[in-house]
Structures are given as structure tokens and as C-alpha cells.
């Protein structure tokens, strides 16, 4: 099994930032990529940036591409996701997911959550107008 926390949730207002981290833990050895996503009521779930661990190659969606970095400490085992210039339309429960896929899945399939078998408790990102 493999352990994601998650923290570094909040609120802030249009414009600010936040950084939020996810801690894995237990047979991490199991798992090539890690990604952020994110769901608000109603809507499903949309894979927001995501980080081959082993090599530190880096997927964005297009909504959040040049104002969020994700990024990793191997010697923690943690990724960060640094989210700038936030919109009101980026508040939403924010899930840290793991995963594995094949060098040759991994560019068109980091997003889709049924890919990734380990998930976080989520964090909550709140962006005021």
C-alpha cells in the first residue's frame, strides 16, 4: 500500500498564492507518477499537474499551465504543487493521486484518475474574488 497526506490547503484571495504538499509513504517503489486533481460539487474530477517521479517529466492541464509548478523531493518522498496567480475558478477539493503507467501511457493518460490507484484525503483551496 501506498499513504498520500496531503496539506497546505486554504483560503486566499484572487491573485495570491498557495503550496500545497503530499506526503507517500509505505511501498512507494510501487508507484511512477504522482498528480494533483481537483473536484468542486457537481463537476467530476480534473487532473490538474503531474510529475513522473522518476525522471521528474511534468504534465499541466491547459487551465492551469504557467501559474502552477509541481515539483518533487525524492529524499522525502514528496511533491509539491506551487499555485500562483489563483482565480476564483480554481477553488476546489484538491486530491494528491498515485499511480503507475508505461513510458508509452504516460503522456496521454496522466489525467485520468482511473489510472491511479492511491489517493490522498484531499485539501481544500479557496480563492476569493
Known amino acids: 500500500q501506498v499513504q498520500l497526506v496531503e496539506s497546505g490547503g486554504g483560503s486566499v484571495q484572487a491573485g495570491g498564492s498557495l503550496r500545497l504538499s503530499c506526503a507517500a509513504s509505505?511501498?512507494?517503489?510501487?508507484?511512477?507518477?504522482k498528480t494533483w486533481f481537483r473536484q468542486t460539487p457537481g463537476k467530476e474530477r480534473e487532473g490538474g499537474a503531474g510529475?513522473?517521479?522518476?525522471?521528474?517529466?511534468?504534465y499541466y492541464a491547459d487551465s492551469v499551465k504557467g501559474r502552477f509548478t509541481i515539483s518533487q523531493d525524492n529524499a522525502k518522498d514528496t511533491v509539491y504543487l506551487q499555485m500562483n496567480s489563483l482565480k476564483p475558478e480554481d477553488t476546489a477539493m484538491y486530491y494528491c493521486?498515485?499511480?503507475?503507467?508505461?513510458?508509452?501511457?504516460?503522456?496521454?493518460?496522466?489525467?485520468?484518475?482511473?489510472?491511479?490507484?492511491?489517493w490522498g484525503q484531499g485539501t481544500q483551496v479557496t480563492v476569493s474574488s
Open positions: 493521486a498515485a499511480g503507475w503507467l508505461s513510458n508509452e501511457e504516460r503522456g496521454g493518460s496522466w489525467s485520468r484518475d482511473y489510472e491511479y490507484g492511491y
Open positions: 509505505g511501498y512507494t517503489f510501487r508507484v511512477n507518477i
Open positions: 510529475i513522473y517521479t522518476g525522471g521528474g517529466d511534468t
